[in-house]
Nanobody
Framework: QVQVVESGGGLVQPGGSLRLSCAAS????????MGWYRQAPGKERELVAL?????????NYGDSVKGRFTISRDNTKNTVYLQMSSLKPEDTAVYYC???????????????WGQGTQVTVSS
């Protein structure tokens, strides 16, 4: 079983910055990728950013955050970070951490979600 815990959400003014963290813990797994999704009221959940655990650390960003958000990881801590800059009111949403893990005993890949952290961009 994999536990996923996010932190770092809050209220920030437009143009401001915020950093989210997400840590995965447990046993019997290895991480293929970690990422962030968000869901605003009345909208579908969308990809914010994703990073693989390979040495290359390949990344993928949603179009609306490219150039403003940066995802990074610390494989030794099974932790992923999302640095958000130049925040806009439309970035307001609940941000969810997603962990794609390879389970040793099941020989399969499963996605795990955190409980979500609220980010509000408002003056």
């Amino acid at each position: 079983q994999v536990q996923v815990v996010e932190s770092g959400g809050g209220l920030v003014q437009p143009g401001g910055s915020l950093r989210l963290s997400c840590a995965a813990s447990g046993s019997g797994f290895s991480i293929n990728a970690m990422g962030w999704y968000r869901q605003a009221p009345g909208k579908e959940r969308e990809l914010v950013a994703l990073i693989t655990s390979r040495s290359s650390g390949s990344t993928n960003y949603g179009d609306s955050v490219k150039g403003r958000f940066t995802i990074s990881r610390d494989n030794t801590k099974n932790t992923v970070y999302l640095q958000m800059s130049s925040l806009k009111p439309e970035d307001t949403a609940v941000y969810y951490c997603n962990v794609r893990a390879w389970r040793f005993t099941n020989y399969d890949t499963k996605a795990y979600w955190g409980q979500g952290t609220q980010v509000t961009v408002s003056s």
